[in-house]
T-cell receptor, first 114, second 108 residues
């Protein structure tokens, strides 16, 4: 398996633009998590899905952020409009049932909002 | 709320054991302790986890105190590739609560 796939790996955009980050979880995993990592706040959980349904979005900072999971193999995190303070590395992780219940993280998307 | 406390940084000589401590004094009886590490610019990588018993796998050993208020991750023979930030995490339900981690530097 290729692991969790995220795209793009790097994104540079200007303030006010819409940004869409993409994630493909590991096949067969039924949990998907979106995290944000900054120097100031570390790794923060934004939202997670179970069987494509959002379960907890309490970490989403504000209405400018939205996430969807239209099917088991794809999820998006959208920021509209983007602001400089959204600059961070965004990670997607997935988890299956059983085993160690560990989350498998993707390589991340480094977002820079100018 | 991170739920864990770790020293910000540690050094370890190559080939020696690295012992990384973690305090989780408010942990509840059914909450697991997980350890992940993050090598610069990469996504966090799972190392090991435990509930109350000591655990060992091919990467590391995890020692959890009897009262479960603290734990220690042991890398038995540290290599330069083990230089990373190590996170001690309490899993509450489906959520991981990451702290600030320990930056481990393995010195040649």
């Amino acid at each position: 398996d290729a692991g969790v796939i995220q795209s793009p790996r790097h994104e540079v955009t200007e303030m006010g633009q819409e940004v869409t980050l993409r994630c493909k979880p590991i096949s067969g995993h039924d949990y998907l998590f979106w995290y944000r990592q900054t120097m100031m706040r570390g790794l923060e959980l934004l939202i997670y899905f179970n069987n494509n349904v959002p379960i907890d979005d309490s970490g989403m900072p504000e209405d400018r952020f939205s996430a969807k999971m239209p099917n088991a193999s794809f999820s998006t995190l959208k920021i509209q409009p983007s602001e400089p303070r959204d600059s961070a590395v965004y990670f997607c992780a997935s988890r299956g049932l059983g085993g160690a219940n560990e989350q498998f993280f993707g390589p991340g998307t480094r977002l820079t909002v100018l | 709320d991170a739920k864990t406390t770790q020293p910000p940084s540690m050094d370890c000589a190559e080939g020696r054991a690295a012992n990384l401590p973690c305090n989780h004094s408010t942990i509840s009886g059914n909450e697991y302790v997980y350890w992940y590490r993050q090598i610069h610019s990469q996504g966090p990588q799972y190392i090991i986890h435990g509930l109350k018993n000591n655990e060992t796998n091919e990467m590391a050993s995890l020692i959890i105190t009897e009262d479960r208020k603290s734990s220690t991750l042991i890398l038995p023979h540290a290599t330069l590739r083990d230089t990373a930030v190590y996170y001690c995490i309490v899993r509450v339900g489906n959520q991981f609560y990451f702290g600030t981690g320990t930056s481990l530097t393995v010195i040649p």
